[in-house]
């Protein structure tokens, strides 16, 4: 993996990061309304899910594999 792509990953990351942080806030928002829309509230947790997959995938392309 070059530096370039080490970075452009890096700031792929920090962009999911923040949009994960954003719909945990609009999710506990949603969950604490007086009539939540239970649909797009889980419209929502399963946004919230692919992008922690998509996560967790980057960073394991970041780290590099340590053989023990």
């Given at each position: 993996?070059?530096d370039?792509?080490?970075?452009?990953?890096s700031?792929?990351?920090?962009?999911?990061q923040?949009e994960?942080?954003d719909l945990?806030a609009a999710i506990?928002?949603?969950?604490?309304?007086p009539a939540p829309?239970?649909?797009?509230?889980?419209r929502?947790?399963k946004?919230?899910?692919?992008?922690?997959?998509?996560i967790?995938?980057?960073e394991?392309?970041i780290?590099?594999d340590?053989?023990?």
């Amino acid at each position: 993996m070059t530096d370039e792509d080490e970075r452009e990953l890096s700031a792929e990351l920090a962009r999911l990061q923040q949009e994960h942080r954003d719909l945990d806030a609009a999710i506990d928002a949603l969950q604490h309304s007086p009539a939540p829309d239970l649909l797009r509230l889980q419209r929502l947790k399963k946004r919230k899910l692919q992008l922690r997959d998509r996560i967790a995938f980057i960073e394991d392309q970041i780290t590099p594999d340590i053989i023990a």
